[in-house]
């Protein structure tokens, strides 16, 4: 794996940063971003697959297993965005960004998509670690893994489903189900899946000291998540667009983790 490993990650790269290049394009010639995180998506998530099935080395078993989870991931959650932007205009988000940066919005664009690519190529290096394991065996690390991941999956989808169902039915801010413990469980969950693959790939032995490098995946979606293309352009189009309701939500809901919720100025939760 030592030896395949930075060709694994160079071809991963070009492949990515070609997806988010088309990506780009197609956002500043139709002047719409809602296709750019689905196809994010869903380039990490063949990437991922096919490079978990390369014969690099590792338990067949264990390559199909982490490539089906891998492929699981990608599937579900690229038809939940193609889905829920079907018919809006524009990612808010990214139309902020392109306001912010006016006439150089373009080639900012163009880097920041490109930036994501480079996330994704992390990602697609923890899935190859994850799925190349050289153990023979199954572990507990395997099934741990697993149950996490099913667990991430199966949580994303519960917290779409219900800010889905909130928004059919009214308007405001979702403080129902899982989201009354976390401001954006879809975000959470999101990074657990990625903590999951640095579960598979983890070596207490140390006879596998590449699959170390796995962790650099939910440490790089957290940074992604709480610090850049998540919570702080989310968090700002809330209140922009929600005003004192969402403050006061922030004030008793936790930003990332799930957490009970404080309790509100007249003691309720």
Not at 15 to 21: K, T
Not at 28 to 43: F, G, L, M, Y
Not at 62 to 70: I, S, Y
Not at 74 to 97: E, F
Request: proline share 6%; charged share 15%; with cysteine.
């Amino acid at each position: 794996m030592g030896i395949a490993l930075p060709m694994l990650l160079a071809g991963s790269a070009f492949v990515v940063s070609l997806a988010m290049a088309a990506a780009w394009l197609v956002q500043q010639t139709r002047r719409t971003s809602r296709w750019v995180d689905a196809s994010w998506t869903a380039a990490v998530g063949i990437v991922a697959a096919l490079a978990a099935l390369l014969p690099f080395g590792g338990a067949p078993h264990r390559q199909l297993l982490v490539a089906g989870l891998a492929a699981a991931w990608s599937c579900r959650l690229t038809l939940h965005l193609v889905g829920r932007n079907k018919g809006v205009a524009d990612d808010p988000r990214y139309r902020k960004l392109s306001e912010a940066w006016g006439a150089d919005a373009p080639r900012r664009m163009f880097w920041f998509l490109q930036s994501q690519g480079l996330v994704g190529t992390i990602l697609v290096m923890a899935i190859a670690l994850a799925a190349h394991h050289p153990a023979s065996g199954w572990r507990l690390q395997d099934g741990l893994g697993t149950a996490l991941l099913l667990l991430a999956i199966g949580g994303e989808a519960l917290a779409d489903r219900q800010l889905a169902a909130f928004r059919r039915d009214g308007h405001g801010v979702c403080d129902r189900g899982l989201w009354q413990w976390s401001r954006h469980p879809n975000y959470f969950f999101e990074w657990l899946g990625w903590t999951a693959f640095a579960v598979f790939a983890a070596d207490f032995s140390w006879s596998y000291p590449w699959g170390w490098l796995s962790v650099a995946a939910p440490a790089v979606m957290y940074w992604a998540l709480v610090h850049v293309s998540g919570l702080p352009p989310l968090e700002a189009h809330m209140l922009h667009t929600r005003g004192e309701t969402y403050r006061r939500y922030q004030a008793h809901v936790s930003p990332f983790w799930l957490w009970p919720p404080k309790p509100d100025a007249n003691g309720k939760e």
